[in-house]
């Protein structure tokens, strides 16, 4: 089964970016889609953006025009591109795996294999 692996995270002010990375263990990475999640203190975890097998994207509204989802097929890594950055994106940050249909790819249930997460603070 594929592993996933975070990396990227860190402490930002507001108004910066950050590149999260997410990188499969096997080139069987591009056969699944890859989604973003993240969770931040004592709130429920929630969808960001993914990229699927087909390559379009989707993303949550907090964060369109400001996150980039894309996919490097030759080095099986998956990024997050994080601008303008805002104190309410703080929080632990997962990539995931799975293959949902369109209607259940922000259902953190659809995706059956998770990295371990990585850490995003945004000071104000």
């Known amino acids: 089964q594929v592993q996933l692996a975070e990396s990227g995270g860190g402490l930002v002010q507001a108004g910066g970016s950050l590149r999260l990375s997410c990188t499969a263990s096997?080139?069987?990475?591009?056969?699944?889609?890859i989604a973003w999640f993240r969770q931040a203190t004592g709130k429920a975890r929630e969808f960001v953006a993914t990229i699927r097998q087909t390559s379009t994207t989707h993303y949550a509204d907090s964060v369109k025009a400001r996150f980039t989802i894309s996919r490097d097929r030759v080095r099986n890594t998956v990024y997050l591109q994080m601008d303008t950055l805002k104190p309410e994106d703080t929080a632990v940050y997962y990539c995931a795996a799975g293959r949902p249909i369109l209607s259940s790819i922000r259902d953190p249930n659809m995706y059956g294999v998770w990295g371990q997460g990585t850490q995003v603070t945004v000071s104000s």
């Open positions: 096997e080139s069987s990475l591009s056969t699944y889609g």
